[in-house]
């Protein structure tokens, strides 16, 4: 492999993934650097730049994730990021990430780049997708008509990568050759590999036997030689031979070492990202270089196909230079600001001068195409050229399949992604993963309990009575242990989600749950950082970023904290599995619904009260169904299991530690009684209930000290808060934990109520928790303060302290109100049932509630402009009646 030694003269090494969204880019990210960044079956998973080091033996290679974008118009944040980078990726590779599956989608981005002056090295990604559709490509005429090497790739299951990632370093050291003053030799190999590719076509050898290509593995749907590279493919390989029909994928080879001609512009004469040379440098006619030159035996380039036409490049030139740049070393940002500049023609303050070179460029289209052109057909024209380009590239490599959507695909989506049934399917799909989690978890967390009780009695039994024993026993083993039973049903719930995202059904859920995000003023892709969230608010809220109106993006951070994500789960499950043990899965998935209408609520609210009145249109690109892989799978659990324990071991354990040193001292308590004297008595004196006795006697002793302590005149002091909530003074206390890691708070508690029973469950029920304070304590855990973490995400990502402190009061004062309603009404409810005819009259309350409901919100509509002109439906209401006025009919 070639060898990069980076020196202080030289860019730093990076290598930059670019490319539509959801084709695969973090996937091959996680691949080339062994990372484990979050991967999903739909667009919009990654939001800023990721940045790691190439894997292998190029340790000192950055790669770096740049979110998806379809084109670098920056219409939307993250092609707004990917537009920031072009001048910083000038001086690395970019890999631009291709989906052999839209491939012409997909080519516009890659058109764009060269235009800018880039020479993308193309991975070709979902080679196995294409190849199941019936479509076949030749990524060898590929090759030769971007100009640009091609390596295909399956990044899901990392086959292709290999090639790709052995040649990034060679291709990455010529790129820096060419930017250093001190130029490679004209002989010194470009690319070099030492491994054959899995697709690798037959050996052939030239030189005398120099450059080499080996045999691999072909694709098993037949053998087409396919190289990667074009000026490394013999002249018979090409799209003639094959009538541009060869099966997709069937077969690829590595690259090779190819000495730098210096005669003719090929793929390998140039290097990579280097400023493609214009139209008038190559003409299609120029001659053949004589048989003595080593270039002629090699294939013309065709990269005239993908260059800009004469006029534009004319007029791109002119704008350049009425810009006050030097077209020849203009940089990629200059070169997109000139191309816009170029086809901006709404904006009335524009320059004569540049209004003569949109003229000028006009007419010489219309002479070109024998049709009138104006000036505003300029960014259309240019559009169509784009598309009328990437027609002829794929005129000579790609033949579509017989049947462009997915049969499968169309018929599952009739019925997932139906208006009517699709969100009842939806919603049984989640009571599903409630249930599973904790019908399939039980299981495993006994043997996690079972353990846990094992290491408790050795503790106990190998260290004599002190205060590290107790430290061990009440701080650690019970604090920690509390959390780590809960983790099957953690990994459980993930799988879940996994399996349904890598499988592309969430992006069918966010499609239908747009009608409600805009309800709540939210755009629909709201729903993609609302899903994010069951999993962590952290990332939840940097994912925001995909929202582009700045209100709507506050106000989705905003609720994103208030989402139940897997670090409230434990206490979910605990007071669930407790208090609800004949249904503790519905209970569970009624908690989580109850969640959503509170977000619900609350983001109608808030568009009611301002915000903008359309969120505008949703475009989503719809993944097809896959089957998940378990590499992906594997990976994506390992992380969140092993984020899980890595939090237990560090957050957990210290603050299981510092409760526990709270809770034991000061160490000297007044007791009521000589509990130690009445144990020995007991113990002198044997009988058959000796062991149960002694236990209540010990039992009683640490709840009375357990009651002079630290912790307990802490919790005393906070319970006139939480008194009308229903719980005690330890689910306070085990609330501030909680804000530090929402884990904390089921670790707290086996702290705190260990001195009442081993069991967590049947503790608090002795102590007087109920199943509806248990239910409201849930709904106050979901909805209260964020933890530190998202905290300072929130700040970070608003840039207000005033906001940041709005999403820690407001969250606060919301759960309390939720509880005390929850706990309150419940009380009410069960008093009005315990009455003759309370039900009735439970009923009758409902009902006038809902009709008062119904008259403020239509004498709201006409205080805010009279009839249909106030509603906030009238944009949707096909019944109202707009005249000054007039009465509102879907009131």
């Known amino acids: 492999m070639t060898s990069f030694t980076p020196s202080h003269d030289l860019p730093q090494p990076a290598i930059y993934l670019v490319g ?107 080679m196995d997708a294409l190849a199941a559709t019936g479509a ?95 000026d490394d493919v013999p002249a018979g390989n090409g799209a003639g031979d094959h009538g541009g029909e060869a099966l997709a994928g069937s077969a690829r080879s590595t690259p090779v070492a190819v000495p730098t001609a210096t005669s003719v512009a090929t793929p390998a004469a140039t290097p990579a990202n280097a400023p493609a040379p214009p139209p008038t440098a190559t003409p299609a006619n120029a001659p053949a270089p004589p048989p003595s030159d080593p270039a002629a035996t090699r294939p013309r380039s065709t990269a005239g196909v993908i260059d800009l036409p004469p006029p534009w490049q004319a007029a791109l030139t002119a704008t350049l230079a009425w810009l006050g740049h030097e077209p020849a070393t203009a940089t990629p940002s200059q070169r997109l600001a000139a191309l816009q500049a170029l086809v901006e023609v709404r904006s009335p303050s524009r320059s004569p001068a540049l209004q003569a070179i949109q003229e000028r460029l006009a007419a010489e289209l219309a002479r070109g195409t024998g049709r009138p052109l104006s000036v505003a057909a300029l960014p259309c024209e240019l559009a169509a050229d784009r598309y009328r380009r990437i027609g002829e590239v794929l005129a000579g490599c790609y033949r579509p399949a017989p049947a462009p959507i997915d049969p499968l695909t169309a018929r599952l989506d009739r019925v997932l992604a139906h208006p009517w049934w699709g969100l009842p399917l939806f919603g ?20 996690v309990e079972e353990a846990l009780a094992w290491a408790t009695e050795a503790v106990e039994a190998r260290l004599a009575d002190s205060l590290l024993r107790d ?56 729903f993609v950082p609302l899903l994010m969230g069951f999993g962590c608010n952290v990332p939840a809220i940097l994912a925001t970023r995909i929202i582009e109106h700045p209100w709507q993006r506050r106000l989705a951070m905003l609720l994103m904290p208030l989402v139940g994500c897997s670090a409230r789960l434990p206490v979910l499950v605990l007071l669930c599995g407790t208090f609800f043990p004949d249904r503790p899965g519905t209970m569970l998935f009624l908690i989580y619904l109850i969640n959503l209408l509170v977000l619900f609520a609350i983001g109608r609210a808030a568009a009611s009260l301002g915000g903008p009145r359309s969120t505008g249109l949703f475009l989503l690109e719809m993944p097809p169904y896959r089957l998940p892989t378990w590499r992906t799978m594997r990976g994506f659990l390992w992380e969140k299991i092993w984020h899980f324990i890595e939090k237990a071991g560090t957050v957990i354990l210290l603050g299981s530690i510092l409760i526990w040193v709270l809770s034991a001292f000061p160490r000297e308590v007044p007791l009521s009684r000589a509990y130690d004297a009445e144990i020995a008595r007991l113990q002198a004196t044997p009988s058959d209930d000796l062991g149960e006795a002694v236990a209540r006697l010990v039992r009683a002793r640490d709840q009375e000290r357990l009651a002079g302590r630290w912790m307990s005149r802490l919790g005393r002091a906070l319970h006139p808060l939480v008194a009308p909530l229903g719980f005690g003074w330890r689910e306070a206390v085990s609330l501030i934990p909680g804000f530090l890691a929402k884990e904390g708070i089921v670790s707290t508690l086996a702290v705190l109520y260990g001195p009442v029973d081993d069991d967590l469950g049947a503790a608090m029920r002795q102590e007087g928790m109920t199943p509806l304070g248990a239910f409201a304590f849930m709904l106050f855990t979901l909805l209260y303060v964020p933890c530190l973490s998202t905290l300072g995400v929130l700040w970070r990502e608003s840039g207000s302290w005033g906001f940041t402190a709005l999403a820690l009061v407001f969250p606060a004062m919301l759960a309390w109100i939720v509880g005390f ?71």
């Open 428 to 447: 049984l799909m989640m009571a599903v993963v409630f249930w599973s989690t904790f019908s399939l978890g039980a299981l495993p967390a006994a043997w």
């Open 136 to 230: 076949s490509l030749d990524p060898a005429a590929l090759a030769r008509q971007l100009d640009c090497p091609v390596f295909p790739t399956v990044a899901r299951t990392g086959e292709g990568v290999d090639a790709l990632r052995q040649a990034l370093p060679g291709l990455l050291a010529d790129r820096l050759a060419a930017l250093s003053p001190r130029a490679a030799s004209p002989g010194k190999p470009r690319l070099v590999t030492d491994r054959p590719s899995p697709w690798a076509g037959p050996a052939q050898e030239r030189g005398g036997g120099r450059h080499r290509r080996r045999r691999g593995k072909p694709w098993p749907t037949g053998p087409a030689p396919a190289p990667a590279l074009a």
């Open 821 to 891: 309603i929850v706990y309150q009404g419940g009380l009410a409810l069960q008093a009005w049932a315990a009455r003759p005819g309370g039900y009735d009259l439970a009923l009758v309350v409902l009902l006038a509630l809902g009709s008062a409901v119904l008259l403020v919100r239509r004498a709201w509509c006409e205080v805010r402009g009279g009839g249909c002109a106030g509603c906030p439906s009238r944009a949707t209401c096909a019944r109202s009646r707009v005249e000054a006025g007039g009465s509102c009919e879907k009131a």
């Open 20 to 126: 539509n969204p959801n084709c695969g880019k973090t996937s091959l990210f996680n691949a080339l650097t062994g990372e484990r960044q979050h991967v999903g079956n739909w667009p919009g998973i990654t939001v800023e730049r990721l940045e790691g080091k190439l894997a292998g033996d190029q340790g000192s290679i950055r790669v770096v994730d740049l979110p998806g974008a379809y084109s670098l118009t920056p219409l939307t944040p993250e092609e707004g990021v990917v537009r920031q980078v072009l001048d910083e990726a000038w001086e690395g590779v970019v890999v631009d990430v291709v989906d052999a599956t839209t491939l012409e989608r997909n080519l516009f981005l890659t058109l764009q780049l060269r235009e800018l002056g880039f020479r993308p090295v193309i991975a070709l990604n979902c």
């Open 471 to 526: 430290l061990l026993v009440d701080g650690v083993l019970a604090g920690v242990g509390g959390v780590l039973v809960f983790l099957p049903n953690i990994a459980i719930l993930f799988f879940w989600l996994a399996l349904l995202e890598d499988s592309g059904y969430l992006a069918r859920a966010a499609f239908l749950m747009d009608y409600f995000m805009q309800k709540m003023g939210l755009h629909g892709r709201a």
